[in-house]
């Protein structure tokens, strides 16, 4: 089983979030994270769904997506041909942050970022790959974390997708 980053670029719909994870839920395959934003055509949705499984499944998946009304073009890729980040936020107890000189040293290496700090607590938001995620997230476990979000992953890829003319022929 390899990993893969499926692109879907879609009309905005209602419902069609349930009819695309039936599809992978039908077929036992787990959604391992999933995001949904607008994309680089103004009007068209784009979904980054981050799976594990085989080519010749992935490939039937593309299939059975592309099967639904408002699905344009769908995608997909290895790691080695996208450019991917997630992004997370803690929250942590304010006093920690002046008390432990060691919580300041994670943040500085980490590349981590300080968003807001108020009397009770403070906000890191920190980018990047997931595992540089996860091993933040086991550092500052040791301080306790108040609260923890991850999104799902964001990826472009290396080479130009050309979707543009796609949907140019799709409008014509």
């Known amino acids: 089983m390899n990993q893969y980053t499926i692109s879907v670029y879609t009309e905005n719909n209602i419902g069609l979030l349930n009819r695309i994870s039936a599809i992978f839920q039908r ?32 490939k039937k998946i593309i299939g059975q997506i592309e099967k639904q009304i408002e699905v344009i073009k769908a995608f997909y890729h290895m790691d ?8 997370c936020m803690f929250k942590i107890k304010s006093d920690l942050l002046f008390e432990e000189r060691q919580i300041q040293n994670i943040i500085k290496d980490s590349d981590a970022r300080i968003v807001t700090v108020n009397r009770d607590f403070f906000v890191l938001e920190k980018s990047g790959r997931r595992r540089e995620i ?13 609260q923890f979000v991850r999104s799902g992953r964001i990826a472009v890829t290396k080479d130009e997708m050309r979707i543009s003319t796609i949907l140019d022929a799709f409008n014509n």
Not at 34 to 47: A, K, P, T, Y
Not at 80 to 87: H, V
Not at 134 to 146: D, T, V, W
Request: hydrophobic residues 40%; charged residues 25%; without cysteine.
């Open 27 to 58: 077929r036992h395959i787990n959604i391992e994270s999933m995001n949904i934003s607008d994309s680089e055509i103004e009007g068209v949705s784009r979904f980054t769904i981050l799976v594990n499984m085989t080519e010749v499944n992935v």
């Open 80 to 87: 080695d041909d996208t450019i991917y980040l997630e992004s």
């Open 134 to 146: 996860e091993m933040l997230y086991r550092e500052l476990s040791a301080f306790g974390i108040m």
